[in-house]
């Protein structure tokens, strides 16, 4: 594993990343070695109905579900992401590859303030992409 991983989080200061029990039914803290692909995490809003985003082919993507999702679910959110020493996260827990997993709660070694996305948000508007289609 990497000696640094990513969590991205809508709240600011945390002092513990906690585990916490999702769709896997594990208290996890998930994180991902990619601090972009964090990125896309910060918010949310909405989850997989919004906006689908992931890794393929080892490229980020976004997908909108509708004409605005991608807008709902970043525009104006903040939050932060966290830099976490990587020595108690595994691999290959999930189905997702991109994504890593904890049992532990963990103190951040750094976080950044993060306003997601907005920029990308409005290049790709100009640049005419519709909804349903990848945002790259």
């Known amino acids: 594993?990497?000696?640094v991983v990513y969590h991205a989080a809508g709240q600011q200061g945390l002092r513990r990343v906690l585990p916490?029990?999702?769709l896997h039914r594990h208290p996890w803290?998930?994180?991902?070695t990619d601090i972009h692909l964090a990125a896309l995490f910060v918010s949310k809003e909405g989850s997989d109905l919004s906006c689908a985003t992931g890794l393929a082919n080892g490229e980020l993507y976004v997908y909108e579900?509708?004409?605005g999702a991608f807008d709902h679910r970043y525009q104006g959110r903040q939050g932060s992401?966290?830099?976490l020493p990587g020595e108690t996260?595994?691999?290959g827990r999930t189905s997702f590859h991109g994504e890593v997993v904890s049992e532990v709660s963990i103190?951040?070694?750094s976080a950044r303030g993060h306003r997601p996305l907005t920029r990308f948000s409005r290049a790709r508007r100009?640049?005419?992409r519709a909804p349903g289609r990848c945002l790259r």
Do not use: L
């Open 81 to 83: 992401i966290y830099e």
């Open 65 to 67: 579900r509708w004409d």
């Open 89 to 91: 996260f595994q691999r």
């Open 126 to 128: 100009r640049a005419g």
């Open 107 to 109: 103190p951040p070694r």
């Open 1 to 3: 594993m990497p000696d």
């Open 20 to 22: 916490h029990t999702s």
């Open 29 to 32: 803290v998930y994180a991902t």
